[in-house]
């Protein structure tokens, strides 16, 4: 099989084809957590939803995500949806054109310039700035995102750093620099290992 760099893979989407993953499956040990998600290519651009249970203060959680992307992988909209500790979860984000964030409906001007959403208890969004900025080897980027906290389902400003450290692993910061990681990835830019959190299980 010809090997791909992500800017390979981040074509424009097909009205009459899909390019994607058609799922891929995190494990979380420490909480007993497993994730599955799917990645689509639409006619506008993309589509990327799952589902996580793990155990939160002793407690199941479940957590239904769908998040949608433009062709460039800006994030248009995406919506968490289940329960945390017997508690109903249900919340919507959405980036209008001006670049203001709606939060469940109300407006979020803390969150101006921002255009990816992160997910705190999910590996899926690490994907969203990877592909959007393309990073050559070497290369680096500071990226704003939209971060909706776990368990608080806050939605908050959180500056983050890219650098791409080979072909499929990147050096990922945050809050300052207060937390890093190391993280591997796949061809499409899905991650594989996130230490100490989630780790990618193998395909067939």
Known sequence: ???????????????????????????????????????????????????????????????????????AWRTLRACVEGMVNEAIVRHKMERRDTGRWLFDGREAPDLDGCIDIDLNFSPITNMLPIRRLSLALGESAVVNAAWLRFPSFSLERLDQMYRRTGANAYHYESAGGSFHADLTVDEFGLVLDYPPFWIRAPAG
């Open 1 to 71: 099989m010809e090997s791909h760099t992500h800017a390979d893979l981040a074509q424009t989407p097909s009205k009459t084809g899909r390019t994607g993953v058609s799922l891929a499956i995190w494990h979380q040990p420490a909480n007993r957590g497993l994730e599955l998600a799917n990645v689509e290519a639409t006619p506008d651009g993309w589509h990327v939803c799952g589902a996580v249970s793990l155990i939160h203060n002793d407690r199941p959680t479940l957590l239904r995500y769908s998040v949608v992307c433009d062709q």
